[in-house]
Every structure is written in structure tokens, then in C-alpha cells.
């Protein structure tokens, strides 16, 4: 079956680049959407179809995808985007949405 | 705005079942399919399943097979989610969501409800 995987963690200083990796195979064909989720709360999307923001998501947030790595890039990162961070696909082959296991992003 | 609102937390026993509602506002009911997924205390999260709130078909996600029931109630804009035969391992939060940008169960859920914890315990 077809599995995500993401870093446990990420560690990154304010105003620094964060990159959250999200690995699978060729998932670079696939369309990936990604999720921020603060403690207590419903995600919320925040990335979908590789690099497309919803409406109210800064243009820090950034998205792209290619071989077997989709990653999720955060610009001038800041206390507030302190949070974990999904990953999410569809899976054509057994018609299953998958999740990755998440990333915790950590501001210093 | 669309909205979703979801039940209140429960506590049940091994063994039992759960039904969990979502009802949804701000947009026609039956214009989006709605996806179940849930989060036990500090993991991630793992789709459930969705429902087309129109025709009423479903779709699972192969471990909750035999076991999962999504239904609606379009009268009252509403969508249910019942949990059977529960253990332990089903406690988690449970979540309703909805894709608005691509009308479809298989997109990107922007619109989520607010979350019901279910607590299964003896």
C-alpha cells in the first residue's frame, strides 16, 4: 500500500525558511494538499494542489513536488506558524485518502 | 460561509456504538461530499471515509470496513457518522470535513467541523 512519510520534527529560527518533506512513491504525479494543525484545534488547510494557497493563507506558505518528495516551504517563519503539519494525497489505487504522520515544526 | 457543526463529546463502553452528527450551514447540503477523519490524543490523522450527501453513497476506508456507517439526514442538513463494536483504540476525535474547492471527497478539505471526542473506556 502506498505510504507517506514525514520527519518527526523540524526546528527552525524566526524569520528562517522551513521545509517540511513529504515522501512517497513518485509522488510527484499526485496532487498533494497540505494541512496545519495548532494544539486543540481542526486542521486547516493551508496548501492544495501542490502550490495553490486557500484564500487568507500568507504567501510565506509555498508548495511544491517532484520525483519521489512534495514539500511544503514556510518563509519568514513566525511564533505563530508553530504547529504540526500534514500532508495528504489521494491514493488511485486502492481509492483511499492517505495522511502523513505529520511534522512537528518548532520555532526556536 | 459554510460552515460545520458537530456533536458533543461521549463516553461510551467497549463494545458499544457511537453516532456522531455534522450539521451543515452557509452552503446547499448536498453540493459537497463530506469526509470523516479522526485523530487519537497525539497522533496523526487517519481518514475514515466520506459520504455523498445526495445520493448517499459511501465510501470506507478498508480497516473500518464492516464497522463504519455514514448516513444523512438532508432535511435538516445533517450527516452521521456510527462507529460500532468499540474498543479502545476508537478513542480519538472525530472530525467532519468538506472539499469546496474541487466538489470532491478525494480533494483538499478546507472547511472542517470543530471536532467530537469520543472517550471508550470500561
Known amino acids: 500500500s502506498y505510504v507517506l512519510t514525514q520527519p518527526p520534527s523540524v526546528s527552525v529560527a524566526p524569520g528562517q525558511t522551513a521545509k517540511i518533506t513529504c515522501e512517497g512513491n513518485n509522488i510527484g504525479r499526485k496532487n498533494v494538499h497540505w494541512y496545519q494543525q495548532k494544539p486543540g484545534r481542526a486542521p486547516v488547510l493551508v496548501v492544495y494542489d501542490v502550490s495553490d494557497r486557500p484564500s487568507g493563507i500568507p504567501e510565506r506558505f509555498s508548495g511544491s513536488n517532484s520525483g519521489n518528495t512534495a514539500t511544503l516551504t514556510i518563509a519568514r517563519v513566525e511564533a505563530g506558524d508553530e504547529a504540526a503539519y500534514y500532508c495528504h494525497v489521494w491514493d488511485g489505487s486502492s481509492y483511499h485518502v492517505l495522511f502523513g504522520g505529520g511534522t512537528k515544526l518548532t520555532v526556536l | 460561509q459554510e460552515q460545520l457543526v458537530q456533536s458533543g463529546a461521549e463516553a461510551k463502553k467497549p463494545g458499544a456504538s457511537v453516532k456522531v452528527s455534522c450539521k451543515a450551514s452557509g452552503y446547499t447540503f448536498t453540493s459537497y461530499d463530506i469526509t470523516w477523519v479522526r485523530q487519537a490524543t497525539g497522533q496523526g490523522l487517519e481518514w475514515m471515509g466520506w459520504m455523498n450527501p445526495n445520493t448517499g453513497d459511501t465510501g470506507y476506508a478498508q480497516k473500518f470496513q464492516g464497522r463504519v456507517t455514514m448516513t444523512r439526514h438532508t432535511a435538516i442538513n445533517t450527516a452521521y457518522m456510527e462507529l460500532s463494536s468499540l474498543t479502545s483504540e476508537d478513542t480519538a476525535v472525530y472530525y467532519c470535513?468538506?472539499?469546496?474547492?474541487?466538489?470532491?471527497?478525494?480533494?483538499?478539505?478546507?472547511?472542517w467541523g470543530q471536532g467530537a471526542t469520543v472517550t471508550v473506556s470500561s
Open positions: 470535513a468538506i472539499c469546496t474547492l474541487v466538489a470532491a471527497a478525494t480533494g483538499p478539505m478546507d472547511v
